[in-house]
């Protein structure tokens, strides 16, 4: 039920965080994982989130400890191995970014005495300090909700803050870009060298997104804007989840038929292998998808595409990199809010050339 990847003295405090839900939420809690372990003295800071999450979890410089969350639909045994599991940690504080009925009653039950949580739904009568945040305005990207609530938990269990954090939320080890650079431009015929754009077709059944034709007429336009400006030619690098090797496997081919330089990118050892893979990027198109928010932690410039309706848009979903490595594009409020084939895609690709063509002349001067 745990990994545990650090130990703790006895006066540290011990700190549960919960999101346990989709990828890309979990990626946005990273900033404030990252503040959490500024604040001094430092917390251990366990970390409880789907199976399917995990394996990226474990990679967090943040997180000290994983428990895997079964889920509410798993059978009574495995819910009350969880519950046992959060009564031996013996922790100080549970932080609930993401409030659920189950979640609150379950940190009651462990005996946790402060829990936190977003002052939402019924769920908060089970916790103890609630903050207000009022998300469904979606007036702030939700990685800001999420500090804000980390920098209430550090206040609230009298730590130190710590100097803000920013960006990459997901440092990489000196040298470690290169090195996957290098062994996947190996695997797949390319040079290291000039722009390597992932494009990642796919929704994950979480968001709307551009269509596979949209997609193909915006990288055309971008390699061609890009050459008119004296750019090399670059690498398009098509990804896919699962389920969605078709639609990539197209495209590459439309792709390639159309001139460009296009691969899919190679099949990943699982989920962490390929989130390690996104740091080879120069840049990643997407719809507003786990891997896309993966790419923003990862610093990465990243070009995202969102609907215009309230709960979705671009500034509620944010990539959390640094500003000029974001790029937004949207369809216009109204009754087209969510028909995407109704954002302008040649301002798109203007502003996607124009942003990549100025990132390869810095990294080359």
């Known amino acids: 039920m745990t990994s545990t990847t650090a130990t703790a003295d006895a006066s540290t405090p011990r700190l549960l965080v919960v999101r346990n839900d989709k990828l890309g939420d979990f990626m946005l809690a990273w900033p404030a994982l990252a503040t959490l372990k500024a604040a001094r003295p430092a917390p251990h800071i366990t970390a409880l989130v789907p199976s399917y999450t995990a394996p990226v979890a474990r990679l967090c410089p943040w997180i000290d400890e994983v428990i895997l969350d079964p889920g509410d639909e798993a059978p009574k045994a495995q819910q009350r191995q969880l519950l046992a599991s959060l009564r031996q940690g013996h922790f100080t504080a549970l932080l609930t970014l993401f409030s659920t009925t189950r979640i609150g009653w379950l940190g009651l039950r462990a005996g946790i005495p402060l829990r936190m949580a977003p002052a939402t739904k019924w769920a908060q009568l089970f916790y103890n300090r609630r903050i207000t945040q009022r998300r ?17 938990m550090v206040e609230a269990l009298a730590l130190s803050p710590g100097e803000a954090v920013s960006p990459p939320f997901w440092p990489q080890p000196e040298g470690d870009r290169e090195q996957r650079r290098l062994a996947l431009a190996s695997q797949l015929g390319l040079a290291s060298t000039g722009s390597w754009i992932y494009l990642h077709p796919g929704s994950g059944g979480s968001a709307v997104n551009l269509s596979p034709d949209a997609y193909a007429q915006l990288a055309q336009d971008v390699d061609r804007r890009m050459r008119q400006q004296g750019a090399t030619q670059p690498h398009w690098i098509v990804t896919a989840g699962p389920g969605e090797d078709a639609v990539a496997n197209t495209l590459v081919a439309r ?32 719809g507003s998808t786990g891997p896309l928010h993966i790419a923003g932690c990862l610093d990465v410039i990243t070009v995202g595409f969102y609907p215009s309706h309230r709960s979705a848009t671009p500034l509620r979903w944010q990539t959390c990199n640094a500003p000029e490595h974001r790029l937004a594009f949207h369809p216009p409020p109204g009754d087209q809010a969510r028909d995407m084939s109704a954002v302008d895609l040649d301002e798109a690709a203007a502003a996607i050339a124009a942003t990549l063509v100025d990132a390869d002349r810095r990294a080359t001067s």
Do not use: K
């Open 255 to 286: 792709l390639e038929s159309a001139g460009l330089s296009a691969r899919r990118l190679p099949p990943a050892a699982g989920l962490a292998d390929f989130a390690c893979n996104i740091a080879a990027a120069d840049a990643f198109v997407a």
């Open 136 to 152: 469904s305005r979606s007036d702030r990207p939700e990685y800001v909700y999420n500090q804000q609530l980390a920098e209430a």
